[in-house]
């Protein structure tokens, strides 16, 4: 069956990279873009909107107004896609530390599993440009979130992703908890408990050069926190790649 994926883009202040962003994302055939804005105050909802324009409905735009999150913004922009005839759910950053070219590969992964991780630590992933301080707290929260968990996946916090949409609709979105990037992980927590095949695919991460991180001590706090409140996967007995 060809395949319909549409690739979900959370933006908060992000205006400098998204016009690259989007223009990638439209080179790969067939992909459509939905972007969730958080009414960000430097007006990328807007430019989102002015990129939107000319594309054939290829790419859609979600105007947040409520509370701000990441997580909140995710649960939003996947129920929107389930509600469309959408094959494959992508997650990526709006920042460019994903290269777009890189979905295809993603979406190709999902032929045989449930959900495609885009890994910087599987076998060949690589990481450019990231601090030492960088590097330490990704690899510390990696090996945290599997001791804590049982999760087996290299790269738990990876934002880059792809989910066959029968498998995303399995899992009780309307439930999550978390806000900030701990979504990831309870993500990948109710797939793994639901089940699902998870396969990671390597890719070459860039630290952003424009714009500002939101990486907050709010964030970092919850994702501390969040690996205890999840437990233990309840069934898991995948085989990973
Ligand atoms: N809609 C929405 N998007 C958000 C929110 N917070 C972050 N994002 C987006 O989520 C993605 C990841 O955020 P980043 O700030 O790049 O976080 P990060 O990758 O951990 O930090 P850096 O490595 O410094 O870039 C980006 O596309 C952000 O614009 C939010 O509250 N709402
Ligand atoms: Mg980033």
Same mark, same amino acid.
């Given at each position: 069956?060809?395949?319909r994926?549409?690739? #979900?883009v959370?933006?908060?202040?992000?205006?400098?990279?998204?016009?690259?962003?989007?223009?990638?994302?439209?080179?790969?055939? &067939?992909?459509r873009?939905?972007?969730?804005?958080?009414?960000?105050?430097?007006?990328?909802?807007?430019?989102?909107?002015?990129?939107?324009?000319?594309?054939?409905?290829?790419?859609?735009?979600?105007?947040?107004?409520?509370?701000?999150?990441?997580?909140?913004?995710?649960?939003?922009?996947?129920?929107?896609?389930?509600?469309?005839?959408?094959?494959?759910?992508?997650? #990526?950053?709006?920042?460019?530390s994903?290269?777009?070219?890189?979905?295809?590969?993603?979406?190709?992964?999902?032929?045989?599993?449930?959900?495609?991780?885009?890994?910087?630590?599987?076998?060949?992933?690589?990481?450019?440009?990231?601090?030492?301080?960088?590097?330490?707290?990704?690899?510390f929260?990696?090996?945290?979130?599997?001791?804590?968990?049982?999760?087996?996946?290299?790269?738990?916090?990876?934002?880059?992703?792809?989910?066959?949409?029968? &498998?995303?609709?399995?899992?009780?979105?309307?439930?999550?908890?978390?806000n900030?990037?701990?979504?990831?992980?309870?993500?990948?927590?109710?797939?793994?408990?639901?089940?699902?095949?998870?396969?990671?695919?390597?890719?070459?991460?860039?630290?952003?050069?424009?714009? &500002?991180?939101?990486?907050?001590?709010?964030? #970092?706090?919850?994702?501390?926190?969040?690996?205890?409140?999840?437990?233990?996967?309840?069934?898991?007995?995948?085989?990973?790649?």
């Open positions: 069956m060809e395949k994926p549409i690739v #979900i959370p933006t908060y202040n992000e205006r400098d990279n998204l016009p690259a962003l989007i223009d990638g994302l439209l080179h790969t055939p &067939a992909l873009v939905l972007v969730v804005d958080d009414s960000s105050p430097d007006g990328t909802g807007e430019i989102a909107d002015t990129l939107a324009r000319g594309t054939h409905g290829r790419v859609s735009v979600l105007h947040r107004t409520g509370p701000r999150g990441f997580g909140l913004s995710y649960i939003d922009a996947m129920q929107h896609a389930l509600a469309t005839d959408a094959t494959d759910i992508c997650q #990526i950053d709006a920042d460019l994903h290269d777009p070219a890189d979905v295809s590969r993603l979406v190709a992964a999902t032929t045989g599993a449930d959900l495609a991780i885009g890994s910087r630590y599987a076998p060949g992933g690589r990481i450019e440009n990231w601090p030492r301080r960088r590097m330490l707290l990704s690899a929260a990696n090996q945290y979130i599997r001791a804590i968990t049982g999760l087996q996946v290299r790269d738990c916090t990876s934002g880059f992703r792809c989910w066959r949409r029968d &498998a995303l609709q399995r899992l009780p979105l309307a439930r999550l908890a978390s900030g990037y701990a979504f990831q992980v309870e993500m990948l927590w109710e797939a793994a408990s639901a089940g699902c095949r998870i396969a990671e695919v390597p890719i070459t991460f860039v630290e952003r050069r424009l714009g &500002a991180s939101k990486l907050s001590s709010r964030v #970092i706090a919850e994702s501390v926190v969040m690996p205890w409140r999840l437990g233990r996967v309840p069934r898991y007995d995948l085989e990973l790649p």
